[in-house]
């Protein structure tokens, strides 16, 4: 075989005959180069065809490293570039073997022989398998005897790659510490035997493809996200509705609180995305850049959280497959960043490779910074007008003055700083139940933590008896349970209602609209949340509701939710008496009254705020009127 291709010979000054010929002398094979051959051997280098042959006595004292690493540092030949020159195609045999990762192993099996193109964007740090995490564990044989300030100054000094070593730590008599950088743990690998310590011993270095550390394992910590969110907020262009995380893991803030973000991580992921979402969900540009990414399931959350996404960089990552791209195909992007990573080397042409993509991405007019042909018409979607939202929908005018009257006593009370008032609106035997949206990311993190873990949303509790233990019964426990919720302030006007059935016996309704937590014990939440509610009541009293069932649904609200939200304030409700007026006052707050149906309480307000100008004030009215802007609880007599 190590004869058969012609491709062999560009690699044969790796198996020079010379070697071979000095195999089996016994000055040439001491105990130390036996331990090293067999760690190359078994870290994943090719014995047998093709691999290297022993190294030379002389070699062996000067302490130089294997020569498998040549090919690595030519691995760039093989890349396709899709913007430079056309791919180069060896023979058929070549080729086939490259796609299957057949290429240069022998009976060593790693797949590390001359012709091993690196497929990861990086140099290999060992070991047969191709490195998922970027991470690479360096072991120092008898290190426990080396102070460690002397190792690693030692180390970095000979060492022709920056490096970070984290986690150092000795294991009976070795000493180890990661690096995730691949070509840092290439140029470990090469330091090997070229220190020696004050015994004269020679220093061995072993690096081989690792998890990353253990401790990364564990979820960021609540003082470490409110770093990350400030990390965030400095590399946010709000002129351009971008954001820069290119090698976020390497920001000198993060990396002096001494806080790790590897976005190749679910749970990190999960928590940049969660911030964009609950900080800058208008954002349009996202640069994610040099962050070994290797797969894009977190990213699939853009589509819905960040719907005007149109600018997404990923280049200089860890994506070995096109096929990735299908996760987040329902972004409108215009332009993507690819360049850089290993999915580009299985394209044949620059044509494949932009057909590929715009499959996922038929809107893109720029890949990899290069203008692309105008999208085929065929390809745009037509767009579509959204009906504009209709408000609330009663049966009658006595219904409509019966319900808004009942809202505006309840949530009165509600927003208030005690709920036992509460008792008097349900009945007896009354049930209620919470439910918050249905999600894959760590709810308790998010900002409905608070309601999530009372939240009986029947796609996500399949059990049961929990089922029916978060079915609140009867008025003293479904009060009881709202006591316990946050406190909170409900923006009246934002309501919507709709009445879904009403017999002489029973009122079924929902109401809408958007609510925030107001401060509790000097800490505040700026998150303004929506919510649906569904009373069904039954007739109490002379011209009153009672609530025998009630359905709370809360989730985040939208961005133009909170951009509306709280424009217009009700009035605090109040028991004291309206301030003295004047005759003239009084007379021409009665009138305009009158002529705008609203009450007197939202007609003073009107009148007030134009200055007790009757003509301004009608106009203010109207055009509020046509806006929407006034709420049904101001029409309440």
């Not at 970070?164 to 290439?186: G, I, K």
């Not at 008496?577 to 007197?600: D, H, I, R, Y």
């Amino acid at each position: 075989m190590a004869d058969g291709g012609h491709y062999y010979n560009e690699h044969d000054d790796r198996t020079a005959p010379q070697f071979r010929s000095r195999k089996g002398r016994g000055s040439h094979k001491g105990r130390s180069y036996d331990r090293s051959r067999r760690d190359r051997q078994r870290g994943g280098h090719p014995g047998g065809f093709g691999g290297p042959g022993p190294r030379s006595r002389l070699e062996d004292t000067d302490g130089d490293v294997t020569m498998s690493d040549s090919s690595q540092d030519n691995s760039s030949q093989h890349r396709f570039n899709p913007y430079g020159r056309p791919f180069r195609k060896g023979d058929g045999r070549f080729d086939r073997d490259r796609r299957q990762g057949k290429v240069g192993g022998g009976r060593g099996g790693g797949g590390g022989g001359g012709f091993r193109g690196d497929r990861g964007g990086g140099s290999s740090s060992g070991g047969g398998g191709r490195n998922q995490s970027g991470w690479s564990k360096v072991t120092i044989p008898h290190g426990r005897k080396y102070d460690k300030k002397w190792l690693l100054t030692a180390l970095q000094n000979i060492c022709s790659v920056p490096f970070t070593p984290v986690q150092y730590h000795v294991d009976h008599d070795r000493a180890h510490f990661y690096v995730d950088d691949l070509s840092a743990a290439t140029a470990l690998r090469k330091c090997s035997h070229k220190i020696t310590d004050t015994d004269g011993y020679k220093v061995e270095v072993h690096a081989n493809s690792s998890a990353p550390p253990s401790f990364l394992l564990s979820d960021l910590k609540p003082e470490h996200l409110e770093h990350l969110k400030q990390c965030m907020a400095k590399r946010f262009d709000g002129s351009q509705q971008a954001l820069d995380l290119n090698n976020i893991r390497t920001d000198p803030d993060l990396v002096s609180q001494k806080i790790e973000v590897t976005l190749n991580r679910k749970t990190h992921m999960e928590a940049v995305i969660r911030i964009i979402e609950e900080n800058i969900p208008e954002l349009t540009c996202l640069n994610l850049s040099n962050n070994r990414i290797h797969k894009l399931d977190e990213l699939a959350e853009l589509v819905t959280k960040v719907p005007n996404l149109k600018t997404l960089n990923l280049s200089h990552n860890e994506l070995k497959s096109d096929r990735e791209l299908d996760k987040v195909k329902g972004l409108k992007l215009a332009e993507l960043w690819l360049n850089k990573n290993p999915l580009c080397l299985y394209f044949k042409d620059q044509a494949s490779y932009i057909s590929a993509v715009r499959q996922r991405f038929p809107r893109l007019l720029k890949l990899d910074g290069y203008d692309l042909p105008a999208p085929i018409g065929f390809d745009v979607e037509t767009p579509t007008t959204i009906p504009p939202c209709k408000g609330s929908c009663f049966c009658s005018d006595e219904i409509k003055a019966l319900i808004l009257r009942f809202l505006q006593q309840y949530y009165s009370i509600y927003d208030s700083g005690d709920r036992q008032p509460l008792l008097d609106a349900y009945h007896d035997g009354a049930s209620l139940s919470l439910t918050t949206p249905y999600s894959s990311q760590n709810p308790s993190r998010s900002s409905l933590g608070e309601y999530h873990k009372d939240s009986r949303n029947l796609k996500r509790i399949k059990d049961s008896t929990m089922r029916f233990r978060l079915l609140k019964h009867t008025r003293l426990n479904v009060v009881a349970f709202l006591n316990e919720l946050p406190k909170t302030q409900h923006d009246i006007a934002s309501f919507t209602v709709d009445v879904n059935t009403y017999t002489n016996t029973l009122l079924s309704f929902t109401v809408s609209g958007v609510f925030k937590e107001v401060a509790v014990d000097g800490k505040s939440r700026d998150s303004t949340m929506a919510f649906s509610r569904v009373f069904i009541t039954v007739p109490a009293g002379g011209s009153g509701l009672c609530i025998v069932n009630d359905q709370l649904f809360i989730r985040m609200a939208t961005t133009e939710e909170i951009r509306r939200a709280f424009v217009a304030p009700a009035p605090t409700p109040s028991s004291s008496p309206v301030p003295v007026l004047t005759a003239q006052q009084q007379e021409m707050l009665t009138a305009f009254s009158q002529k705008s149906g609203m009450n007197l309480e939202w007609s003073q307000k009107c009148l007030q705020d134009n200055e007790w100008d009757f003509n301004r004030a009608a106009e203010v009215f109207t055009q509020l009127k046509t806006e929407g802007q006034i709420p049904d609880v101001a029409f309440i007599k």
